[in-house]
């Protein structure tokens, strides 16, 4: 089984955005236009994502330095976050006392249809899990909404006995749906929002979004399949 103690991380912070919050008109950015009609509001411009990562990889490198990390991506929607994420990790791994040994693996995983989580989850790379055997792993996921996918793909990556496993969500969504399931390092804490942007995707548009932003309902029936 893996183990989780081996590292202990201060208690995860993270920036809490509230029920009522109104975010930013969609004028203010520069959102694309093909997208103007599909979307409330900006919730998460892109700058702050970008600054939260940036903590997100301090910390990340202040609780696992000197480790050999293996960075799991969790397509399709963790690819910029991922991406971006690493490019913090790296330009620390230069800068700073402590340093993270990385690689990387992916994995995709499935378990939405329209903008309905559905009961089961699918996993499609599972078989090259064992290759994660024995070592130190870093799940990057963008959104932890249910938990149970993360829960289902924890419980396979045990399955592998890998050293040590620690997840990162740049966000967390709340929900009464909620297993209880929380990561170790989390960006920001959403309502019960449909969200896209920044990767975020409704039926794989939207991923080409630099802003976290509401989904409108007439967009969910224009882009529905």
Known sequence: MATYHQIEPKV??????????????LDLFCVPKHYEEDLDRVIIPHGLIMDRTERLARDIVRDMGGHHIVALC?????????????????????????SVPLTVDFIRLKSYCNDQSTNSVKVIGGDELSTLTGKNVLIVEDIVETGR???TLLSLLSECNPKMVKVVSLLVKRTPRSSGYRPDYMGFEVPDWFLVGYALDYNEYFRDLGHICILNEKAKVKYKV
């Open 149 to 151: 996918t993360m829960e």
């Open 12 to 25: 995860a912070l993270l920036r809490q955005i509230p029920d009522d919050e109104k975010g930013y008109e």
């Open 74 to 98: 969790v397509l399709k929607g963790g690819y910029k976050f991922f991406s971006d994420l690493l490019d913090y990790i790296k330009a620390l791994n230069q800068n700073c006392d402590k």
